[in-house]
């Protein structure tokens, strides 16, 4: 059965802001308190589509491919390939968008995926509240 994970938020910096910590796909552990380290795989740049980022987690791996990279739209998708998360077929993104009263972001987070072998309903929570959530919380902090 697939699952969609859906957190938005808005947080208190302009757009380009927000979009300078997110968008570098090598940076979560500057952020993210359950990223512990990211290290992109092979040579090139981490902006580079097609570009796989090993994640060490709290607890576990994550394997992520970079799906698509769209500064105009300030959006990115990425893919876990392989990891220690009870997940299937996972493609997640980010998108951003102005808020111009106030000079905010309204910033958007979302992943389908399967999970397997695991609770549905915590592994859902998990991901929406301690990666999703969190990450838009520590990015807020980060900028303010």
């Known amino acids: 059965m697939a699952n969609t994970v859906y957190v938005s938020d808005v947080i208190d910096a302009p757009v380009e802001k927000v979009w300078s910590v997110m968008r570098d796909f090598n940076d979560m552990p500057s ?70 009263h106030g000079d905010r972001t309204f910033a958007e987070w979302w992943a389908d995926f399967e999970v397997v072998g695991a609770d549905r309903e915590a592994t859902v929570a998990q991901i929406g509240n301690n990666v999703f959530a969190a990450g838009f919380r520590a990015v807020a902090a980060k900028v303010a």
């Open 31 to 100: 952020f993210h308190p359950a990223i512990r380290k990211s290290i992109i795989e092979g040579d090139g740049p981490s902006d580079r589509v097609g570009c796989v980022r090993r994640l060490t987690l709290i607890e576990g791996f994550v394997r992520e491919r970079l799906l698509c990279m769209d500064d105009g739209n300030y959006s990115f998708s990425y893919a876990i390939i392989e990891g220690t998360l009870p997940v299937r077929d996972y493609v997640a993104g980010v998108r951003l968008h102005r808020v111009t």
